[in-house]
């Protein structure tokens, strides 16, 4: 099989000394089956590019490129970088040509060589998965849909509606960019090490961010500042952004929020609202 499977990844991590740390959430998966479930999942066509991070070992990355056209992958650590084209050729030699690999923190990486990007496939660590993510369809506008596996409760958080308790700073940012929508559960046996968490699968969406005169940086530090005191009414928790309690209320109600709601029944398009409302900005 052209996958790798649990014997293979164990050799691998021998090879080069590899030993999986928490600080990096570095869980591989070994199972060929949930491997293709991703990627079937993914929607990925044939005339894809597929945005990876965090390739590991390379499990998902082959059975990205037995049906994309191309697979770019961020990978930080060296040795890691190093093997993965190394694994493709052994394996898959015949679509080893399709693999771009960038050594990187997928943070820090604003361009990539062309063709760009349509889809973002990827296990993402549930340390840095949220803000990842928000980076990725930041700086890759040419990506249309992608589909991410992160730690359970994380996405949770993704997806989550206004009113929701699990509602928050991550599922109005990650709305001003796309639709997200949970798509199923991958357990920790088909990961080694084996995590003591489940993940879940999120589909994301592209969509149109709304229309507005405002900034996406001025509605997200809204959206920051509204659940930094997420029990407080919104005329306390945006005091500071419009300089006091009154302010804020009169703003509030300008922009047609009650500002005696908390952030966590807002939707984006009444954050929106809010941010065009905030003294200085354009509009």
Do not use: C
Request: aromatic share 4%.
């Amino acid at each position: 099989m052209s996958l790798l499977d649990p014997r293979t990844i164990r050799q691998l991590a021998a090879e080069l000394d590899l030993r999986p740390t928490k600080q990096r959430g570095q869980n591989f998966v070994h199972d060929a089956n949930t491997v293709r479930r991703i990627v079937a999942a993914a929607g990925v066509r044939e005339d894809d590019v597929v945005l990876e991070i965090g390739p590991g070992l390379g499990s998902l990355t082959l059975g990205l490129l037995e049906r994309a056209a191309g697979v770019a992958a961020i990978e930080i650590e060296h040795s890691l970088a190093e093997r993965l084209p190394r694994t493709v050729a052994e394996r898959m030699p015949e679509v080893a040509d399709r693999l771009t690999v960038v050594e990187a923190d997928a943070l820090t990486v604003d361009t990539l060589p062309d063709p760009q990007p349509t889809l973002v496939v990827a296990n993402l660590p549930y340390n840095v998965s949220v803000p990842v993510l928000l980076h990725v369809l930041a700086r890759f506008p040419s990506i249309r849909a992608g589909l991410v596996m992160v730690q359970a409760e994380v996405a949770d958080r993704l997806v989550a509606g206004p009113g929701s308790r699990t509602y928050g700073v991550p599922s109005v940012k990650l709305a001003w960019y796309s639709a997200a929508r949970r798509v199923g559960s991958v357990p920790p046996t088909v990961f080694w090490p084996v995590p003591n968490v489940e993940s879940g699968l999120v589909e994301l969406v592209r969509r149109e961010p709304p229309a507005t005169t405002a900034s996406r940086q001025q509605v997200f530090a809204v959206v920051d500042a509204a659940f930094s005191q997420r029990r407080k009414m919104l005329r306390s928790a945006l005091s500071g952004v419009f300089g006091s309690g009154a302010a804020a209320s009169e703003a509030l109600e300008r922009a047609g929020v009650d500002p005696q709601a908390r952030g966590e029944v807002l939707t984006v398009a009444d954050f929106v609202r809010i941010a065009e409302v905030v003294p200085g900005t354009v509009g």
